[in-house]
């Protein structure tokens, strides 16, 4: 059975704080991707890794980073983080080929900035 | 790049009626459209998708219809049953890109 692990459902944090979700898939996917979730936006892309140690910014990138120093694991990390980043998280994996695959996502973690 | 509306944000139906979601998307490039539904406390999960060489794709009580000349596409399920309730989200992604762009969700819910 497929399985995208995060490492926290929910996380509470103060402003300024550094931040890092972590991500695991089993899959042995190449692709992997950082989403928020908001209540009316849907999904938006934060940044997505196709290899080890490479990263692309996605629709949303300002504050955020991301680190993938092994295939199975994406990190999401904020620097500094900020009121407005409180939102739901959402992590997935895909394989290599182009458009047209499956992308398995993880439970979510609800990070609320204090 | 491409953008996804998607509508009706919320839809309520009795049980047994059918729903329908539609969406529409602006990069006429896009050859790819996924529907995923996402339950309470739980992740997406894709449910049916369909390609750009195709009208319209079936399974079991879930249907997905796409125009590509008017540039939309739409989720169709009958006989809907309470387990049915859920958010669902489009989604487009065109040539070799890895990526998807969402629509912003419909929250389905299925009265008994």
């Known amino acids: ?114 | 790049g491409e953008n996804v509306e998607q509508h009706p944000s919320t839809l309520s139906v009795q049980e047994g009626d059918s729903a329908v979601i539609k969406c529409t998307y602006s990069d006429s490039a896009s050859n790819y459209f996924p529907w995923y539904k996402q339950e309470l406390g739980k992740g997406p999960q894709l449910i049916i998708d369909i390609r750009s060489n195709v009208g319209e794709k079936k399974d079991q009580r879930i249907a997905v219809t796409l125009n590509k000349t008017a540039k939309h596409f739409s989720l169709h399920i009958t006989e809907t049953q309470p387990e049915d309730s859920a958010v669902y989200f489009c989604a487009a992604s065109m040539g070799s890109a890895r990526q998807l762009t969402f629509g912003s969700g419909t929250q389905l819910t299925v009265l008994p």
């Open chain 1, 1 to 114: 059975d497929v399985k995208v692990t995060q490492s926290s459902r929910y996380l509470v944090k103060r402003t300024g704080e550094k931040v890092f979700l972590e991500c695991v898939q089993d899959m042995d996917h190449e692709n992997m991707f950082w989403y928020r979730q908001d209540p009316g936006l849907g999904l938006r892309l934060i940044y997505f890794s196709y290899d080890v140690k490479m990263k692309e910014k996605g629709d949303i990138p300002e504050g955020y980073s991301v680190s993938r120093e092994k295939k199975e694991r994406f990190s999401l990390i904020l620097e500094s983080a900020s009121t407005n980043q409180t939102s739901m998280y959402l992590c997935a994996s895909s394989t290599l080929a182009g458009a047209g695959e499956t992308q398995y996502f993880g439970p979510g973690t609800r990070l609320l900035v204090l």
